[in-house]
Structures are given as structure tokens and as C-alpha cells.
């Protein structure tokens, strides 16, 4: 699961009922691509092996998860 902020974004793993943070992808520091008046937007590829990000300005960030 993955849940997004204009901050950061953040993975979690649920196994047996308990969710954990994975990982913390900060946000643009320089906000570059970030637009005021658009919703930051994650999602997680069904293999959970991809995420990518969204925060404005026609620009996607994909990350792989690795271990």
C-alpha cells in the first residue's frame, strides 16, 4: 500500500492483519514539479515491485523497490 502527501510519499507492507513503513520517498525539496492546485497522486503496481508518484506539471516519478 502507498500513501502520498506534498511531503512525502510512504510504502507500507501488510502481512497477516499488521501494516509496517517500508519506505519513505521524500517529496521534490525544491518542488520543482509541484502544483498547488493538484492532488499528489501514488500508486503501487500489483507485483509491488514499482511505485510511481505524481505531484503535478506532467512529471511521474517511478521508483523501484528493491529487497
Not at 14 to 41: F, Q, R, T, W, Y
Not at 46 to 67: D, M, P, S, W
Amino acid at each position: 500500500m502507498v500513501s502520498i502527501s506534498s511531503e512525502m510519499c510512504k510504502v507500507w507492507k501488510i502481512v497477516a492483519n499488521l501494516m509496517g513503513n517500508v519506505l519513505v520517498i521524500p517529496g521534490n525539496l525544491d518542488n520543482e514539479h509541484k502544483e498547488d492546485s493538484v492532488v499528489p497522486k501514488a500508486t503501487i503496481d500489483n507485483t509491488c515491485k514499482y511505485v510511481a508518484t505524481y505531484r503535478g506539471k506532467l512529471h511521474f516519478q517511478i521508483y523501484e523497490l528493491k529487497g
